[in-house]
């Protein structure tokens, strides 16, 4: 994975027909997405229950671009090695899912993943002041974790914070909730370069229907790349 900041588009197959994953990822990168995000819940740290590292290990094997495996779980650390067998190219843990994130972030990198840290709506840009240096990736929440379809939260200050305290790093900044052609563009333009997108991009769609995740695909990256016009 080489670093560039441009706008990618990483639609979130929360939101895909479950009973088709494969065929739903195939059809969204044919479609031009440029990374798949899965989202990992545990019924604890956030509420509702979502995947293991058998369907990460299962969805990897249909993924051509980036897997990007958001965890919204509490604790973290144990399961760092097996989301790693499972072909997770990024790992994202929450700033708040534990005591420890520095260590968390440290074995990530260790497991050979790239390592993503991610802050709440109520949790400050600063958190991450101590982290930079081990991190590949920050995700912004835009709503509060937990499931998908909720109304987007205007994190554009937080985000200008931390475009700022990344200077040349090379870092990507996520966001996650609540992104469409409308939040797009104040987003990129205040610094984020990934943005996560579930209903955006699945609302219309199916797998014998695939164009219309590559209309939403472009509608939200054409609204985004708009900001540099």
């Known amino acids: 994975m080489s670093f560039d900041r441009s706008v990618k588009i990483a639609p979130s ?3 895909a027909d479950f009973a088709n994953f494969g065929a739903e990822i195939e059809a ?3 479609q031009g997405a440029d990374w798949v995000h899965v989202d990992v819940m545990d019924g604890h740290f956030v509420p509702n229950l979502t995947f293991g590292p058998p369907a990460v290990a299962a969805f990897r094997k249909h993924v051509k671009t980036v897997m990007d495996v958001h965890l919204m779980i509490a604790p973290v650390d144990p399961y760092i090695d097996a989301f790693s067998q499972a072909g997770a190219d990024i790992l994202t843990a929450h700033v708040e899912a534990g005591p420890h994130i520095h260590r968390t972030l440290q074995a990530i990198r260790g497991a050979g993943m790239k390592a993503g840290v991610a802050l709440n709506p109520g949790t400050p840009a600063e958190a991450v002041t101590d982290l930079l240096d081990l991190t590949d990736l920050i ?26 305290m990344i200077g040349d790093r090379p870092i990507h900044i996520e966001i996650d909730g609540g992104v469409d052609p409308t939040t797009a563009p104040q987003l990129v333009q205040a610094g984020a ?6 209903s955006a991009v699945f609302r219309g769609g199916s797998v014998s ?8 695909i472009r509608a939200i990256r054409e609204a985004a790349q708009g900001v540099y016009v």
Not at 139 to 164: E, S, W, Y
Not at 193 to 198: F, K, M, P, R, T
Not at 209 to 216: A, D, I, L, S, T
């Open 13 to 15: 197959i929360l939101s």
């Open 28 to 30: 969204i990168e044919d």
């Open 139 to 164: 995700c912004v929440m835009t709503v509060n974790p937990g499931f998908g379809g909720q109304k987007f939260i205007d994190m554009t200050t937080k985000v200008k914070k931390l475009r700022a």
């Open 193 to 198: 370069d990934v943005l996560v997108a579930g």
């Open 209 to 216: 229907q695939p164009e219309v995740y590559g209309q939403n």
